[in-house]
């Protein structure tokens, strides 16, 4: 098996999971301080939806980019997610509540790339660039997107409209993160109107401006209005990134600078030249495509990018050559493994996933010595999970548990609950008369782990817990009595409250704390 660190040399060494990260500019004994990101004389990769996830950031880097941008992610997004550590892949990762990966980072980009949000608020904007600072270069305001998915939310090009809201949003940034803030926009119909909202958004103190020279209507193969750009560049002292130019000017490395001297800018931001072909960065020239696209494959296994934006990203690359049989195949493809197979990488993707494995098995190892040296010996522990389907519709182990304390008038059930940094799964334990009981399986949701801790309680007690297999359920019994009581009464005109088995003795007390990380 190929060593890890061979096959990806420019891996920088992970960051310890309990380790906070440094803000720009603090110091430590033996540790060099950072300087924040310039935006002059720069080579930068645009923000692409689908196209500027972590793999295709981390190539231009490899060929030459100097700044990469991620994809516009929406603030209310971003807001639901929970930052977290993937100690497998070593990487950040801002999950969804469905699991789903918005945003992956690591080491390696973190002091140069910008993290592009889309929002139409200030204080949502604020809220996710404090959720990401630590981890990012620079926060960059989304001002330019003319698709509808951006403009309907009032984000976006329509954002040029309402000049008022750009400075709310850009000043409650600058104010509130330690991180330079950008953003990006699109020309207006007349070069002085466009001129004079650049010179209210330099007032914010952004620290750069990317232009798209193209107003909001016209697409990629209308000219690009390099002059308008130059006007800007005049006007104001910030640095002004240019953009725009890969249908016009940018079809080799050296057309970047003929693109820069046209419009007078700081620097260029590339988009769908890089998308074509990243290696577009390279100053000896361009990789064969073939070896671009090995190489993005690389990265896409190596981090684990869903293999959807994998399959996407490699169809732009392949553009007129999709209809041959190697297009075909990966048209056709509807895993990673397939996809690598395509490109005669099967062996690669084998060995990677044998390499994850590992690695999971051993922070496994990790993790179960770090829960037996901090285990309650006086807990009670059964190998137990919670399948709904061995139970009636709407009753559950922790009703019957509740039921039965108050029957036994003891307190009602505490539960706490703890997540496992690995693998992002639950453990709960119950307190039921000062004794502690739990499940030894974990579980993937608080609610899941919560109702298996109620088993082992029920089962130790010798309690009955509510199964189908039980035989008759009297709190079903119990509901029925009192849904016919309520039906009656309705009948008879009376208002009356809710039943009662929508009030107290039938809900599932569960602790309103936040859920604790298991500790590393």
Not at 149 to 155: D, E, H, N, R, V
Not at 195 to 208: D, H, P, Q, S, W
Not at 337 to 353: A, L, S
């Amino acid at each position: 098996m190929t060593p890890w660190k061979s096959r990806f040399p420019r891996r920088s060494p992970p960051r310890g999971a309990a380790a906070e990260p440094r803000r720009e500019g603090s110091t430590a004994i033996g540790m060099t301080v950072n300087p924040p990101l310039c935006f002059r004389g720069k080579k930068i990769l645009a923000p692409m939806v689908r196209v500027g996830t972590l793999p295709m950031r981390l190539l231009a880097l490899d060929y030459g980019a100097d700044i990469v941008y991620c994809e516009e992610l929406i603030d209310i997004k971003m807001l639901q997610c929970k930052r977290v550590i993937n100690e497998v892949l070593e990487t950040v990762d801002f999950v969804a509540p469905n699991e789903r990966v918005v945003f992956r980072t690591c080491e390696r980009e973190r002091q140069r790339v910008v993290f592009q949000m889309g929002s139409a608020d200030a204080e949502r904007a604020l809220a996710v660039a404090k959720l990401v600072e630590s981890d990012v270069a620079g926060i960059d305001i989304n001002m330019g997107c003319p698709k509808e998915y951006s403009t309907k939310g009032g984000m976006g090009a329509a954002l040029l409209s309402d000049p008022d809201k750009i400075e709310s949003i850009l000043t409650a940034l600058v104010k509130g993160v330690c991180k330079p803030v950008t953003c990006k926009i699109r020309i207006l119909p007349s070069v002085e109107d466009t001129v004079n909202l650049v010179k209210r958004i330099e007032k914010t103190g952004i620290a750069a401006i990317a232009v798209h020279g193209r107003n909001k209507e016209e697409r990629p193969q209308h000219p690009v209005h390099c002059d308008v750009i130059k006007a800007i560049c005049e006007a104001v002292s910030i640095p002004v990134i240019a953009n725009g130019g890969s249908h016009d000017f940018i079809k080799e490395y050296m057309d970047i600078e003929t693109f820069q001297k046209a419009t007078a800018a700081s620097s260029v931001m590339i988009a769908r030249a890089a998308m074509w072909n990243p290696s577009i960065f390279r100053k000896e020239g361009f990789f064969p495509l073939k070896d671009v696209m090995q190489d993005y494959l690389k990265y896409a296994v190596r981090y684990d990018n869903h293999y959807t934006n994998t399959k996407y990203c490699l169809c732009q690359m392949l553009r007129e050559q999709l209809e041959t049989a190697q297009g075909k195949k990966l048209h056709a493809a509807q895993s990673t493994q397939e996809i690598c197979e395509v490109f005669e990488m099967g062996d690669f993707y084998e060995e990677t996933r044998a390499i994850f494995e590992a690695k999971k098995m051993s922070l496994e190892t990790e993790t179960q010595d770090e829960d037996d040296q901090v285990d309650d010996p006086d807990v009670i522990k059964m190998a137990v999970r919670f399948d709904k389907r061995e139970y009636p519709p709407q009753i559950t182990p922790k009703m019957y548990l509740l039921e039965w304390c108050r029957k036994e008038k003891h307190p009602q059930p505490v539960y706490e609950t703890f997540q496992r940094p690995l693998d992002r799964l639950f453990c709960s334990v119950v307190t039921v008369a000062e004794q502690k009981y739990r499940s030894t399986l974990w579980d993937k949701s608080k609610k899941l782990a919560e109702q298996a801790a109620a088993i082992v309680c029920l089962r130790t007690l010798g309690v009955p817990e509510g199964k189908l297999c039980e035989g008759e359920n009297h709190l079903i019994n119990k509901r029925k009595r009192e849904d016919q009581e309520h039906l009656n009464n309705k009948d008879r005109g009376e208002d009356l409250a809710e039943p009662s088995h929508k009030k107290a003795n039938f809900i599932e007390e569960t602790s309103d704390r936040n859920v604790p990380k298991m500790p590393r």
